[in-house]
């Protein structure tokens, strides 16, 4: 039995589970998500409870227990708390900020970088370096992310571009002239 598949996931109050056919559908304050469940496992709605089971120990289904267990408890969690992203812009003159739904930042390239915000997330720019990315769904949070990241990620030599809140860099030591 999976140790993550067996614990079964508490529904707070506020959120509704509902289930048609193979498909999970979670309501919230905060919006609804929906989930695809395969073949291999079976998800039982009780009172305040969800729970996944497995008919046989088959290999695709022992890997699918615990991945749905998790879906499904995230999804609980975003439609009721929501999940959140901390970025920080390190280096002189790097600045970014929101206009309708891009995010613009000037990080040393000879144009400003424009990133297009997806459906269901929210960009905050705070002290024009601080970016906090939110929404319902932790996958595209983490994945909008990750991709804003991805536009400058930060050098080891001085530290410059976007990193992760509380991410330490590994820093090298520059060349020495002449010895």
Same mark, same amino acid.
């Not at 120990?57 to 959140?84: C, P, Q, W, Y």
């Not at 280096?91 to 900020?97: D, K, P």
């Not at 929210?122 to 906090?132: G, R, S, T």
């Not at 991709?147 to 030599?157: A, G, H």
């Given at each position: 039995?999976?140790?993550? #598949? $067996?614990?079964?996931? !508490?529904? +707070?109050? =506020? &959120?509704? @589970?509902?289930?048609?056919?193979? *498909?999970?559908? %979670?309501?919230?304050?905060? #919006? $609804?998500?929906?989930? !695809?469940? +395969?073949? =291999? &496992?079976? @998800?039982?709605?009780?009172?305040? *409870?969800?729970? %996944?089971?497995?008919?046989?120990?088959?290999?695709?289904?022992?890997?699918?227990? =615990?991945?749905?267990?998790?879906?499904?408890?995230?999804?609980?969690?975003?439609?009721?708390?929501?999940?959140?992203?901390?970025?920080?812009?390190?280096?002189?003159?790097?600045?970014?900020?929101?206009?309708?739904?891009?995010?613009?930042?000037?990080?040393?390239?000879?144009?400003?970088?424009?990133?297009?915000?997806?459906?269901?997330?929210?960009?905050?720019?705070?002290?024009?370096?601080?970016?906090?990315?939110?929404?319902?769904?932790?996958?595209?949070?983490?994945?909008?992310?990750?991709?804003?990241?991805?536009?400058?990620?930060?050098?080891?030599?001085?530290?410059?571009?976007?990193?992760?809140?509380?991410?330490?860099?590994?820093?090298?030591?520059?060349?020495?002239?002449?010895?």
């Amino acid at each position: 039995m999976s140790r993550i #598949g $067996k614990i079964p996931v !508490e529904i +707070p109050a =506020g &959120v509704k @589970v509902s289930r048609d056919h193979s *498909v999970i559908r %979670v309501e919230g304050p905060k #919006g $609804k998500l929906s989930l !695809e469940v +395969p073949g =291999g &496992v079976d @998800v039982i709605l009780g009172d305040r *409870v969800v729970e %996944v089971t497995r008919p046989s120990d088959g290999r695709i289904e022992r890997s699918l227990h =615990g991945l749905i267990r998790t879906l499904v408890a995230n999804m609980v969690k975003g439609v009721s708390i929501g999940f959140e992203k901390s970025l920080e812009i390190s280096g002189v003159g790097y600045r970014a900020e929101v206009g309708g739904s891009t995010l613009k930042l000037v990080i040393g390239f000879s144009a400003p970088v424009e990133y297009p915000i997806p459906e269901g997330v929210h960009i905050k720019v705070d002290k024009l370096v601080n970016i906090l990315v939110s929404g319902i769904d932790k996958q595209l949070v983490g994945r909008v992310a990750a991709e804003i990241r991805s536009l400058k990620k930060p050098e080891p030599y001085k530290g410059k571009g976007i990193k992760y809140l509380g991410e330490k860099i590994r820093r090298k030591v520059g060349k020495s002239v002449g010895a």
